[in-house]
C-alpha cells in the first residue's frame, strides 16, 4: 500500500512499440465530411452493428456566426467498410423525459442485447452529466434511459453483463479542484439504476499518467479476458507550449489494460508503456489541432480474424483509424495487480503519508 502515497512526477520520454499500424488514409473523417458547420469532428465512437459500421463522432464549432446549439454536439453516420463513413444530415437527438438534450458529446457506440446504445457526456449549465441512450433503430433519435449527477464524463456502457447478470458501466468522475482522476464502474439490474460503484482503475496504476486516465473504447471480451483501451493523461511543464486556441503541456497517449475472464472488474495486465503516441503529423504539428500531444481511443472492434480496429481522435480535431491484432497487444501487456484494492483510503492519511 505504501507505493499507493509515492506522488508521481512527470512521466519522461516513453515509446510506443511499433505494434500499432495506422491506416494510410488517416484523417478518415474531418470537419470536410461533416454536412453542417463545423472546425473539428473527432473522439468518434464506432461500433459494428448489425454488418454495418457505425460512428458517432463529437463536432465542435468556433466560427464568428455561431451556429444553433442543436448543431453542436455528436454527428451520426454508416459505413460498409469500417473506413469510408457517410454522415447523417441531421445530429444526434438524445430525447430525455420529452425534451431533447443539447450539446452531447464524446460519445461512445455499444452493442448490447441485440440494441445499439450511445453512452455521452450531457454538457448542462450545471456542469457535466452522463447518459445513457438507445437508438430507436432509424435516423439520428436516441431515447435517454438514465442521466446521471454531474461531474463526470467517459461513460461507456459494456457490451456484456456480469457473471451475476448485471449490467455494467465504465465512467471518470472529476473533482475540478483536485486531480488525479481515475475509472470507476457502476453495475446496474436494468441499465436506470445504477450503483455498487468501485475504483476499476487508478492513475497509480498506469506508469505514463500522473494526472488522469479515461475509458476510451468499451471493453472487449476475449479468451484473454476483457480488454480495455484506455486514454492516459501526463502533465510537464517542460513541455508547455502556446497553440491558437491555448497553452498545453499534457501528454494523451492511448494503453491498454486486462482484466479477468471471470471477473471484469479485476485487473490482470497492463501495458507499461503507452498502446499509442501522437507521432503522425496530422496527432501533431498540424495547424489545424486544437490540442497537441493528443491520442483519444473512443472505438475498437475485433474483427472475425482477431484483427483490432481502435478508432481514436486526433489533437482533437480529426478522427483517424489505426490496426493491429489482439495476439501483438497481449504481448504487450504485464502481468500485474491493482495497487489500491479498494478505493477506500481516507484522503487526510493520504496527505500524511506523501509528507512523511
Known amino acids: 500500500m505504501e507505493n499507493f502515497f509515492v506522488k508521481k512526477a512527470p512521466t519522461g520520454a516513453f515509446t510506443a512499440p511499433p505494434v500499432i499500424r495506422r491506416y494510410a488514409g488517416n484523417p478518415i473523417l474531418t470537419k470536410n465530411d461533416i454536412p453542417y458547420p463545423a472546425d473539428f469532428a473527432f473522439n468518434a465512437g464506432v461500433a459494428k452493428f448489425n454488418g454495418k459500421y457505425y460512428i458517432a463522432p463529437r463536432v465542435d464549432f468556433f466560427g464568428e456566426n455561431y451556429p444553433p446549439s442543436e448543431w453542436i454536439g455528436t454527428a451520426f453516420g454508416t459505413s460498409d467498410d469500417g473506413i469510408s463513413f457517410t454522415i447523417d444530415s441531421e445530429p444526434c437527438h438524445f430525447w430525455y423525459q420529452g425534451e431533447e438534450l443539447l450539446w452531447c458529446n464524446d460519445t461512445r457506440l455499444t452493442v448490447l442485447d441485440g440494441e445499439l446504445y450511445a453512452s455521452f457526456c450531457f454538457n448542462s449549465s450545471h456542469s457535466e452529466r452522463p447518459g445513457i441512450a438507445r437508438w430507436r433503430g432509424k435516423g439520428t433519435d436516441f431515447d435517454c434511459i438514465c442521466l446521471g449527477l454531474p461531474q463526470q464524463r467517459n461513460m461507456i456502457l459494456c457490451p456484456f453483463k456480469t457473471k451475476d447478470g448485471l449490467y455494467m458501466r465504465l465512467e471518470r468522475p472529476a473533482n475540478q479542484y483536485k486531480e488525479p482522476f481515475h475509472i470507476w464502474y457502476s453495475l446496474s439490474p436494468d441499465l436506470r439504476y445504477w450503483g455498487d460503484s468501485e475504483l476499476l482503475l487508478g492513475v497509480e496504476d498506469v506508469p505514463y499518467a500522473n494526472k488522469k486516465i479515461g475509458g476510451g473504447a468499451p471493453p472487449i471480451k476475449t479468451r484473454y479476458g476483457y480488454l480495455l483501451i484506455f486514454h492516459a493523461v501526463d502533465s510537464d511543464p517542460a513541455r508547455k507550449v502556446q497553440l491558437k486556441y491555448l497553452s498545453w503541456d499534457m501528454r494523451y497517449a492511448a494503453g491498454a489494460a486486462l482484466f479477468a475472464p471471470d471477473d471484469p472488474t479485476r485487473l490482470i495486465g497492463i501495458t507499461e508503456n503507452p498502446l499509442m503516441l501522437a507521432e503522425a503529423p496530422y496527432e501533431t504539428g ?43 497487444v497481449i504481448a504487450q501487456i504485464t502481468p500485474c495487480e491493482r495497487i489500491a484494492e479498494k478505493a477506500t483510503v481516507p484522503f487526510r492519511l493520504c496527505d500524511w503519508k506523501k509528507n512523511q
Open 286 to 328: 498540424n495547424d489545424e489541432l486544437y490540442v497537441e500531444n493528443c491520442i483519444f481511443p473512443c472505438g475498437a472492434i475485433l474483427e472475425e480474424d482477431e484483427t483490432l480496429r481502435i478508432y481514436y481522435g486526433a489533437g482533437d480535431w480529426c478522427t483517424c483509424l489505426a490496426e493491429t491484432t489482439l495476439e501483438e
